[in-house]
């Protein structure tokens, strides 16, 4: 399994190193899905019938927050007809920051709630870094920032590989 990983690795990051533009809209589309599911299930784990309390309201707000970040993202092909792609990224930049921020505020309120606040927090951050990104990168150098992180995939993909071959050299049925 190690080495199929890492063939499945290497045939990925080819392919996003020889056609980075397609890769940036795949992780793009990608990333708009995984919102939408996020708001989503979020909204699905609520207790509707409990008392409106804070909690209650932030965790509203920031699935909803991510639903619409997801849903502009999902829609962007249409979209880009109405809005700038550049002015697109910045809202739904806004739209995970703000949801990160909700997030934050959520775990600070209600800290006691939560197992391991600092994960949770570590979570509700990467959203807002997630939004920066989205806002301040120019989607131009999305296509050099996925070559690089596709070398970086494939150095990793050969280490998988070595590995592999190494747990199949060490193992007494490789005789």
């Given at each position: 399994?190690?080495?199929?990983?890492?063939?499945?690795?290497?045939?990925?990051?080819?392919?996003?190193?020889?056609?980075?533009?397609?890769?940036?809209?795949?992780?793009?589309?990608?990333?708009?899905?995984?919102?939408?599911?996020?708001?989503?299930?979020?909204?699905?784990?609520?207790?509707?019938?409990?008392?409106?309390?804070?909690a209650y309201?932030?965790?509203?707000?920031?699935?909803?927050?991510?639903?619409?970040?997801?849903?502009?993202?999902?829609?962007?092909?249409?979209?880009?007809?109405?809005?700038?792609?550049?002015?697109?990224?910045?809202?739904?930049?806004?739209?995970?920051?703000?949801?990160?921020?909700?997030?934050?505020?959520?775990?600070?309120?209600?800290?006691?709630?939560?197992?391991?606040?600092?994960?949770?927090?570590?979570?509700?951050?990467?959203?807002?870094?997630?939004?920066?990104?989205?806002?301040?990168?120019?989607?131009?150098?999305?296509?050099?920032?996925?070559?690089?992180?596709?070398?970086?995939?494939?150095?990793?993909?050969?280490?998988?590989l070595y590995?592999?071959?190494?747990?199949?050299?060490?193992?007494?049925?490789?005789?």
């Open positions: 399994m190690t080495a199929l990983r890492g063939i499945v690795m290497i045939l990925a990051g080819i392919f996003a190193f020889l056609m980075p533009a397609q890769a940036v809209k795949f992780v793009l589309l990608a990333g708009g899905g995984l919102l939408l599911v996020d708001g989503c299930l979020g909204l699905a784990s609520m207790d509707f019938a409990s008392r409106r309390v804070h309201y932030l965790a509203l707000s920031r699935n909803l927050l991510c639903i619409a970040a997801g849903a502009i993202v999902l829609a962007s092909g249409f979209l880009t007809g109405l809005f700038t792609l550049s002015f697109l990224a910045t809202v739904v930049g806004l739209l995970v920051i703000l949801a990160g921020l909700v997030e934050l505020v959520s775990i600070l309120m209600d800290h006691e709630r939560y197992a391991s606040p600092m994960m949770a927090m570590v979570g509700g951050g990467l959203y807002v870094v997630a939004g920066l990104v989205l806002i301040f990168m120019p989607l131009s150098s999305a296509a050099v920032l996925m070559r690089l992180a596709t070398i970086l995939l494939i150095a990793y993909a050969l280490s998988l590995r592999a071959w190494r747990i199949r050299a060490a193992s007494p049925d490789a005789g």
